[in-house]
């Protein structure tokens, strides 16, 4: 683990409804030791040259308070896990996930969280006082088999362990979502894996789910990608570079056909494909859900 001092820790969402209404996106640590191979932060435009090694930054939690203390509107959402996940493993000891949200809600302001970790079960306490406001929570998982989840995301729970964190999150009135993204093609894009993963989360009480039926790679970020392949998945990689060459966007072969099942799932169980946020109530999402293209 490294430290940085950060000059500032608020970065401005210059499209807030493109993202669960975050106004605000907050990093706390650079870099992430939960390694997912297809992580698209490993990327040259982020400047991490280190991914695998979490810096922290030594001066968020003060910056944070200080910058709270300027917005004049409570009603911007603080959002966090978009570069790295809020609770690396090093989280549970620095604690800086749960501090900064304990300062979020002292400000009274609405909150969303984007993670892979069960280790955001530590802060329930926190979340349900901040869920008087509005605290949302996103879940990533992308296959049913844990198998599989452990090759992708070498130090994350297990996806039976991210869907029983998800029903806990919901039992103290989180918002709950799951992020389907990204669907890898020739691994996760099948018919049966899109089936059981709607189905567990409907049974988790999760009431939406974003989903993505491809993957984007770009630079080193697809070096490492293929290079995992190679590891895990022998020829996989070859595949690749035939079907995609260096095209940004990956799409499966099979897009079009799995958004039709995965919108049809959803709504026979009544959970909406469309981002919640602060300032779409839940009811409104979930009654939507049949009506979403």
């Not at 964190?165 to 020739?186: C, D, H, N, R, Y």
């Not at 970020?221 to 060459?245: A, I």
Request: proline share 4%.
């Amino acid at each position: 683990m490294q430290s940085v001092s950060a000059k500032s820790i608020l970065i401005p969402n210059k499209y807030p409804s493109g993202w669960f209404g975050i106004k605000y996106t907050m990093n706390l640590y650079r870099g992430c030791d939960i390694q997912c191979i297809y992580c698209d932060s490993r990327s040259e435009r982020y400047g991490i040259d280190d991914f695998h090694n979490v810096t922290v930054k030594t001066n968020a939690l003060e910056l944070l308070r200080k910058e709270l203390a300027t917005k004049r509107s409570r009603e911007s959402t603080i959002g966090t896990g978009s570069m790295s996940d809020p609770y690396t493993l090093m989280e549970r000891k620095l604690q800086m996930t749960r501090r900064a949200l304990e300062i979020i809600a002292e400000f009274r302001f609405p909150v969303h969280i984007t993670t892979k970790s069960d280790l955001i079960l530590r802060d329930l306490d926190i979340l349900q006082h901040l869920s008087r406001k509005y605290a949302s929570v996103a879940v990533s998982i992308t296959t049913a088999d844990d198998e599989l989840a452990r090759k992708l995301e070498p130090h994350a729970p297990s996806s039976t362990e991210r869907f029983k964190t998800l029903a806990e999150l919901e039992k103290i009135g989180v918002v709950t979502s799951m992020t389907m993204m990204p669907i890898l093609p020739f691994l996760e894009d099948q018919s049966e894996n899109i089936d059981r993963l709607v189905e567990k989360a409907a049974a988790a009480g999760v009431k939406h789910i974003i989903a993505v039926f491809g993957v984007t790679l770009r630079d080193r970020q697809r070096d490492y990608f293929f290079r995992k392949l190679d590891e895990g998945f022998p020829g996989l990689s070859e595949r690749y570079k035939r079907k995609f060459g260096n095209a940004y966007e990956c799409r499966s072969e099979r897009e079009d056909e799995l958004m039709i099942r995965f919108h049809e799932v959803c709504s026979r169980n009544g959970i909406s494909t469309r981002m919640p946020s602060y300032q779409m109530p839940v009811s409104n999402a979930v009654q939507m859900s049949l009506f979403d293209e």
